[in-house]
Every structure is written in structure tokens, then in C-alpha cells.
């Protein structure tokens, strides 16, 4: 089980594509993480990784024996390794094209290529087509191979900022109800890893509606996919959520409070901006409270602290200042020292979850 009520979820989620990285962000597992009791750590790998399977659509030097070494290593201090492959969206980096699955099939994009110079607001990032299962013969194969390498019993299948689905445009998909294909996709996606005994994550941004509880289209859908959280034939509630929020609101982060009453685990994730993740976890503190008192039938699982850089030597340096408070200057607002130094304002006060 990936979460417990006797041993609750902390986790560190990151991205890695360089093999040359490997070796510090196991100094960082061993010697910042664990000494904090982290007992989770997600790793968001995709082209980053290079399959055997299909060795052309990688782009990173992540290599099969270097997740094997991450994962010993976690388990050696007690922490699961879990790796995240982006399902759905997120089929590309912020501008430059696809990734190369879509890039050599573009049979399986949602929407037609543009340029790869095209920027914000012509293109955020690339999606699958819901309605085309072919994308699978190359999904799971890839997706298998990662969880041999790690030994998972838990994946994150991401599936966030699905912004493209169901288009008219798409002649597979125009006419077909947006909500309907996201659901789709999660039972796909779930029955694949249930045959495997394997549990399944993934973020929850687009099963809220953004108008009703007030958060930005990032953060919850303004396009048509929220009422999927109502199919619960397909969105089943063995579903680990991990709802994250990094923007200042004036509310109350309502979407722990939906989780919960839907029956859902959930994992608040927090950003890197640390006034906003105390405002964050002290609401998700009234929720652990409420939800006990009146029986929902849901809980906060844990808490997971996400960090959205792709690893280098020196982004783990700026993690492991900010946890040691040697930062110094911030470099900018998505200075990774800011999520290290989140991590120890935080995460010391989530211990009695342990309790």
C-alpha cells in the first residue's frame, strides 16, 4: 500500500532526464530526504529515460540500471520509489514540438502540429488523442519497462492541464462528450496497472471545476472534463489524488474538501512559494479535522512537495541549500532553493500524520 493510516505519505516529486545527475540526487535522497523521514519519492521520467523498448522516442540519458540504483537506495532508507509517466497531456515540453512518439505518429496528437517556434497562448502542450487506443501499444510497453526497472507497486500516470480533448477538429473525437474521454482514459490506464497488482496515482486538477471553486484553469478545468469525477464506475476511488495548488487565493482550497466527500485519498501538493504551502497545509489541517468529525469518506492521505525543474548537479545543490538554509539570494521566483526551503518549513509539521 502506497499510503497507510499508520504510515502516512511524505513525498519528494522531480523530474529527471540526466544521467549525470543521478549520482547527487542520491546524495540528496540519503542525506537530506531520509534524515527528514520521507517514505516517498516520485519521479517524473517520460523521454527523459532511455527505452529499450523504443529506444527512439527517448531524449534524456536516464538509463534502466539507473533507476534500478534509485530505487535501491530509497529502499534501503525506508522511502518507495514511484515514477511517474505523463499520460494524456503533457506530451511535450513548453514550446519546441512534440515529444517523439507524437512527433513520429501524429496520427496520435489531438491536434495538428504547429510550428515548433509557436509559443503561449497559440500552444501550451501537446495531448494524446483520447479516442485513439493504437497510442497504447507503445504506452504500456514503455510504461511497464520503467515500473520493471523501479520494482513499482505504485505509478503516477500525471494526466494534469489536460487542456485539448475531444476537439471538433479531431476527427475521432468531434462530437464526443470531453468528460466521457478523460474517464476513459483513467479506467485504460487504471485496468492496466490493476492486472499488475499495481496501485495508481494521479493529479486531480482536471476532475474540479474551476468556476465553482474558484481556482485558475491550470489548477481545475474550464474545459469540459470536471464531471468525470461523478463516474466513479470509471474514476474508482482506489485512486490516489495528488491535488496541487500553487497560486495565492482567498479561499479555502476547496478542492480537499471535494476529494475527501468523493471518497478519495488525496495528497495536498505544494509548490515552491512557502507563505502560499503554510496557507495551503494549515486549511488541509481544518479538513483532517472535519473530515474525522463528520465521517466523510475520504482523507488526507499525506503530503507531497513537488519540484517541476528537470534535475542537474546544480538544481540539487539549490534544493539541498534551501533545506540547509545556505541559499543565500533567490535566482528567481522558481528558484528551486524555495522548494527545499518549503520542505523544512512544512514538512516537520506534518510528522504527527505519523502518529
Known amino acids: 500500500m502506497a499510503i497507510s493510516k499508520e504510515k502516512p505519505f511524505v513525498g519528494f516529486h522531480t523530474r529527471l532526464a540526466d544521467h549525470q545527475a543521478v549520482g547527487k540526487f542520491i546524495d540528496l535522497i540519503e542525506n537530506d530526504l531520509a534524515p527528514l523521514e520521507f517514505n516517498a519519492v516520485i519521479v517524473e521520467l517520460n523521454p527523459g529515460y532511455t527505452y529499450r523498448c523504443f529506444p527512439e522516442y527517448s531524449t534524456g540519458t536516464v538509463t534502466y540500471e539507473d533507476l534500478q540504483r534509485i530505487a535501491a537506495v530509497c529502499r534501503e532508507h525506508g522511502?518507495?520509489?514511484?515514477?511517474?509517466?505523463?499520460?494524456?497531456?503533457?506530451?511535450?515540453?513548453?514550446g519546441g514540438g512534440p515529444w517523439p512518439l507524437l512527433r513520429?505518429?501524429?496520427?496520435?496528437s489531438e491536434t495538428k502540429r504547429l510550428p515548433d517556434d509557436a509559443e503561449w497562448p497559440d500552444i501550451y502542450v501537446y495531448s494524446w488523442c483520447a479516442s485513439n487506443d493504437k497510442i497504447y501499444?507503445?504506452?504500456?510497453?514503455?510504461?511497464?519497462?520503467?515500473?520493471?526497472?523501479?520494482?513499482?507497486?505504485?505509478?503516477?500516470?500525471?494526466?494534469?492541464?489536460?487542456?485539448?480533448?475531444?476537439?471538433?477538429?479531431?476527427?475521432?473525437?468531434?462530437?464526443?462528450?470531453k468528460a466521457a474521454l478523460f474517464a476513459r482514459t483513467v479506467k485504460i490506464l487504471h485496468d492496466h496497472l490493476a492486472e499488475k497488482g499495481i496501485e495508481m496515482m494521479m493529479w486531480g486538477d482536471r476532475l474540479l471545476d474551476a468556476k465553482k471553486l474558484g481556482y485558475n484553469m491550470w489548477e481545475a478545468d474550464r474545459f469540459g472534463t470536471y464531471p468525470a469525477f461523478d463516474r466513479t464506475d470509471e474514476v474508482t476511488r482506489d485512486i490516489i489524488i495528488t491535488d496541487w495548488h500553487y497560486e495565492r487565493t482567498a479561499f479555502d482550497f476547496p478542492s480537499i474538501e471535494q476529494f475527501m466527500k468523493g471518497g478519495f485519498t488525496v495528497l495536498p501538493s505544494l509548490g515552491c512559494d512557502v507563505a502560499q504551502c503554510k496557507d495551503f497545509w494549515k486549511y488541509c489541517l481544518e479538513y483532517i479535522y472535519l473530515g474525522k468529525k463528520n465521517h466523510w469518506p475520504g482523507r488526507v492521505g499525506g503530503i507531497l512537495?513537488?519540484?517541476?525543474?528537470?534535475l542537474t548537479c546544480e538544481i540539487i545543490e539549490r534544493i539541498q541549500a534551501g533545506m540547509r538554509g545556505t541559499a543565500g539570494e533567490y535566482t528567481g521566483p522558481f528558484d528551486p532553493a524555495k522548494v527545499g526551503e518549503t520542505i523544512v518549513e512544512i514538512e516537520p509539521r506534518a510528522k504527527y500524520l505519523r502518529k
Do not use: N
Not at 513520429?104 to 496520435?108: L, M
Not at 512537495?305 to 528537470?310: G, I, K, S, V
Open 137 to 177: 501499444d507503445y504506452v504500456f510497453p514503455m510504461m511497464d519497462e520503467i515500473i520493471e526497472a523501479f520494482d513499482a507497486d505504485v505509478v503516477h500516470v500525471g494526466m494534469d492541464e489536460v487542456f485539448d480533448i475531444g476537439e471538433e477538429t479531431c476527427e475521432r473525437c468531434a462530437g464526443k462528450d
Open 305 to 310: 512537495f513537488t519540484q517541476w525543474t528537470p
Open 79 to 94: 522511502i518507495k520509489p514511484i515514477p511517474l509517466v505523463q499520460c494524456l497531456s503533457h506530451q511535450s515540453d513548453f
Open 104 to 108: 513520429d505518429h501524429p496520427e496520435f
